[in-house]
């Protein structure tokens, strides 16, 4: 048995076929013990895992390129987070916040506060998962406004339970067949420039358009947005769109919510992505890279919005559990030691570089973009038809040749990467290495 953690050695190495014989086994045991709902990206079982490489139950040790889905941004199992955990797990393992509390929910809410762009007068609550924060996020903004509708926009998404299904916009396979969904959410147009060529303003004058007429202003309690959209396919919108859908919101006493559950936390080369907009949402959510891969969920906001509920009306068991608080406090502090905003703008420069030689090579990459460490190539045929089978292709070989790497978008032909900011420059390189090798075979 290794141990995982930063003493992993971070050097990609592949001993066996991928899968190998005891992921095989392992596969089989899956398939009649779990559910065949619950989706598997690659057929590799973990024994351990850390900084930015993974090794498999047969040896096999991956270079991630995929965060466990932007989780682990300080890196797998970072020292901070690991000792945190730690110490908590030996003085107390659970309490429930809302029995008898304890410092570190209250410090990760100070934590949140003051990171969250704005000076104004900030309030937090902490849940366990993103869709739970944001199903929060909109009884808060409901509960503050008073009234009901919510919009949310084109390739959005926001989770899995009911209310945050209503608010995704993609049906397969994350709504199929699971309605009747949450009334009063409506959608408008996102701009998506790569497809739709337009300006911010022009695309969102359609939005606000929309919103008017078919929902009218004075009845929207909350327009939720995802200032990148994430497994919408990392779609960053043209400049001005967010802002004017911001100050139209400002204007109408609708809550302006910020879902930076995938963008959050230095991974776009910001504490949040809102910042390169320039923008002050009046709600945010967070999870993910928070807690450097314990489950914790947050949503931050303006104290009259977020004091609005009456008391009571916000909690759960496990919300800011003990440990998860820990691992956000070692993980928050692991990103300022390191610089990881600074770290994520050099993550995106070796992106921009090799993936503007490789569409060179291959122009079926239509599309590079994203910030940061939240980077994509979008697909195409000649014609500008997604190309959803090349993604399948390339993303297969590297799987083979150890690189996890994750795809995204509505048409499914996005590859995506989301490297923990911790990664080293080398093992970036030897990951696009394999990429760019997979673009080949696959031609
Ligand atoms: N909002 C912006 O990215 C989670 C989903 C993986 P949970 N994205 C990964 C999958 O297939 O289930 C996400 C997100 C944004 C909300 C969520 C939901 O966060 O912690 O998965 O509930």
Redesign the pocket.
């Known amino acids: 048995m290794s141990t995982g953690g930063p003493s992993l050695t971070q050097q990609r190495k592949l001993v066996t076929e991928i899968p190998g014989p005891k992921s095989i086994e392992m596969m089989k045991r899956r398939k009649q013990a779990v559910s065949s709902g619950v989706?598997g990206t690659m057929p590799v079982f973990t024994q351990a895992a850390g900084g930015s490489v993974l090794l498999d139950i047969d040896g096999n040790t991956f270079i991630d390129l995929g965060s466990g889905?932007?989780v682990t941004s300080v890196g797998n199992s970072a020292q901070t987070v690991v000792k945190n955990v730690q110490a908590q797990a030996e003085l107390f393992t659970h309490t429930c916040f809302m029995v008898t509390p304890y410092e570190s929910y209250v410090a990760v809410c100070e934590k949140l506060n003051e990171l969250t762009p704005g000076n104004h007068e900030k309030r937090s609550a902490l849940f366990n998962?993103?869709?739970?924060a944001?199903e929060n996020a909109i009884k808060i903004a409901r509960a503050y406004t008073k009234r009901q509708a919510v919009v949310a926009f084109e390739h959005g998404?926001?989770?899995?339970t009911n209310l945050?299904m209503a608010l995704t916009a993609k049906s397969m396979p994350y709504k199929h067949s699971f309605g009747p969904f949450a009334p009063e959410i409506y959608r408008v147009p996102m701009s998506y420039p790569f497809h739709d060529s337009r300006s911010g303003d022009a695309v969102a004058k359609d939005a606000i358009s929309r919103m008017e007429k078919e929902i009218g202003a004075t009845q929207i309690a909350a327009i939720i947005v995802?200032p990148i959209q994430?497994?919408g396919g990392f779609i960053v919108p043209a400049p001005g769109f967010l802002t004017a859908i911001f100050e139209f919101a400002k204007a109408n006493g609708i809550v302006f919510i910020a879902?930076e559950?995938?963008t959050g936390f230095c991974r776009t080369g910001a504490w949040f992505a809102s910042e390169h907009e320039n923008l002050v949402p009046d709600l945010i959510?967070t999870?993910?890279g928070l807690a450097g891969g314990l489950p914790l969920?947050g949503v931050t906001g303006r104290a009259e919005i977020m004091d609005s509920v009456h008391v009571g009306g916000l909690g759960g068991t496990y919300g800011g559990n003990p440990i998860a608080c820990a691992a956000a406090l070692g993980s928050i502090s692991e990103m300022q030691s390191h610089n990881l905003i600074a770290r994520a703008h050099e993550i995106e420069g070796i992106f921009r570089s090799r993936l503007t030689k490789l569409q060179q090579e291959f122009p079926a990459i239509g599309d590079i973009r994203g910030k940061g460490a939240m980077m994509a190539i979008e697909l195409v045929n000649p014609d500008g038809t997604p190309n959803a089978e090349l993604v399948g292709k390339v993303t297969k070989y590297c799987h083979q040749n150890g690189v996890i790497v994750l795809t995204a978008g509505t048409y499914g032909n996005v590859i995506r990467f989301l490297p923990p900011l911790a990664i080293s420059t080398e093992l970036l390189n030897e990951g696009l290495d394999v990429v760019t090798a997979a673009f080949a075979a696959a031609n």
Do not use: L, N, P
């Open positions: 989706g889905i932007a998962s993103g869709a739970e944001v998404y926001h989770g899995r945050t995802e994430g497994e879902d559950i995938q959510t999870a993910k969920a």
